[in-house]
């Protein structure tokens, strides 16, 4: 049972956003910066991704978890472990053991990150207007599932070698997002399990030593 309304959930953006303005524009142009930084083939880009990745993370365990869902959802205090536990994985694997590498390239796999970062910054926005939630009272990026589908995008578009508890937590906010989807009308939230799934089938494809790590569509 959803302890919290429709109108709850949609009021929970409308108090977060409000309150961070105009934070939403800093928050869109580190993710900007992180689109950017995986085009370059320089080593400290890949760390700068990383650590973006992290702090978007933290972030949204610290402010919107605690500080704003946990108002009306007890289980939002175990969302923001979780999201915490996220941003750490992303320091200590991108940012202090360099095991990570992001950089786009024009393959398939590429195209397919591209078009949920696509999504996750500018599609999921205009899919929720055109169901009628209207910005303040909307999600958009920097909250948890439009940023869930931009960490699937980068991952599967720019990462090489991810491994795959990366993944382990942005997989299960993508099964709590079928369940928002459905149960609360938020079906812009479709994509996030869509993202999930498309993560799931192209990385194993192909991995040789499924499943702790992945590889690129090139088998580097």
């Known amino acids: 049972m959803i302890p919290f309304t429709n109108a709850d959930f949609l009021r929970v953006f409308e108090q977060y956003n409000i309150a961070i303005w105009p934070g939403h524009v800093l928050i869109y142009l580190v993710g900007l910066i992180a689109i950017g930084l995986a085009f370059t083939r320089r080593t400290m880009s890949t760390?700068?991704?990383?650590?973006?990745?992290?702090?978007?993370?933290?972030?949204?365990?610290?402010?919107?978890?605690?500080?704003?869902?946990?108002t009306i959802n007890n289980a939002a205090r175990l969302f923001a472990v979780l999201f915490i536990i996220q941003a750490m994985i992303f320091v200590f694997a991108g940012v202090l053991n360099s095991s990570l590498s992001f950089r786009f390239r024009?393959?398939?796999?590429?195209?397919?990150?591209?078009?949920l970062i696509a999504y996750s910054l500018i599609v999921y926005p205009m899919v929720?207007?055109?169901?009628?939630?209207?910005?303040p009272a909307a999600p958009i990026f920097g909250v948890p599932c439009p940023t869930t589908i931009f960490t699937f995008g980068l991952l599967l578009g720019a990462g090489v070698n991810i491994r795959f508890y990366l993944l382990i937590i942005p997989l299960l906010w993508s099964l709590i997002g079928l369940w928002a989807a459905i149960s609360l009308g938020m079906y812009e939230d479709l994509g996030l399990?869509?993202?999930?799934?498309?993560?799931?089938?192209?990385?194993?494809?192909?991995?040789?030593?499924?499943?702790?790590?992945?590889?690129?569509?090139?088998?580097?």
Request: proline fraction near 4%; hydrophobic fraction near 55%.
């Open 47 to 70: 760390k700068l991704i990383s650590l973006i990745l992290a702090l978007l993370w933290m972030w949204m365990g610290i402010v919107y978890h605690l500080v704003f869902f946990s």
């Open 106 to 115: 024009p393959d398939a796999q590429g195209l397919l990150g591209g078009i």
């Open 128 to 135: 929720g207007l055109a169901l009628g939630h209207r910005y």
């Open 193 to 220: 399990v869509i993202s999930g799934l498309i993560a799931v089938w192209r990385y194993p494809a192909r991995s040789h030593i499924w499943p702790w790590s992945y590889s690129s569509l090139d088998g580097s």
